[in-house]
Nanobody, 121 residues
Framework: VQLQASGGGLVQAGGSLKLSCAAT????????MAWYRQAPGKQRVLIAK???????TYADFAKGRFTISRDNAKNTVHLQMDSLEPEDTAVYSC????????????????WGQGTQVTVSS
C-alpha cells in the first residue's frame, strides 16, 4: 500500500477530527500531497494540498477551519479539521502527484483509500 489514510469517524457539529495519510518514502518526498473529499451525489473536490517544501493551498471552504501539514520524519500528511459542519460529511481521500492543482493531478497520481467523515447536527 503506497498511501494509507486513517482518522475518519463520527463527530458532532463543531467538533474536530484529524486525518492522517502515511505514504511510502519515495512518494512522500517528491510529490505534492493533498486531501480531497466526495460527498454523496457530488464530485470529488480538492480540500488542500502541500508541496514538498511545505507550501500550502486551500479551497475556500477549508480556509480557517482545516489545516494541512506534513511530518517528514514519518512520511505522513495530516489534515486537521476544526469547527466541523454537517456539510463536511464526505469520504475523504489523500493523494500524491508531481503537481496538484485545483483541477488536475499532474504526473502519475497515487490515491489512498477513502475514510468516511460523518458530522452529525
Amino acid at each position: 500500500v503506497q498511501l494509507q489514510a486513517s482518522g475518519g469517524g463520527l463527530v458532532q457539529a463543531g467538533g474536530s477530527l484529524k486525518l492522517s495519510c502515511a505514504a511510502t518514502g519515495s512518494i512522500f518526498s517528491r510529490n505534492d500531497m493533498a486531501w480531497y473529499r466526495q460527498a454523496p451525489g457530488k464530485q470529488r473536490v480538492l480540500i488542500a494540498k502541500i508541496t514538498p517544501g511545505g507550501q500550502t493551498t486551500y479551497a475556500d471552504f477549508a480556509k480557517g477551519r482545516f489545516t494541512i501539514s506534513r511530518d517528514n520524519a514519518k512520511n505522513t500528511v495530516h489534515l486537521q479539521m476544526d469547527s466541523l459542519e454537517p456539510e463536511d460529511t464526505a469520504v475523504y481521500s489523500c493523494a500524491a502527484a508531481d503537481q496538484i492543482t485545483t483541477d488536475w493531478l499532474w504526473g502519475r497520481p497515487y490515491w489512498g483509500q477513502g475514510t468516511q467523515v460523518t458530522v452529525s447536527s
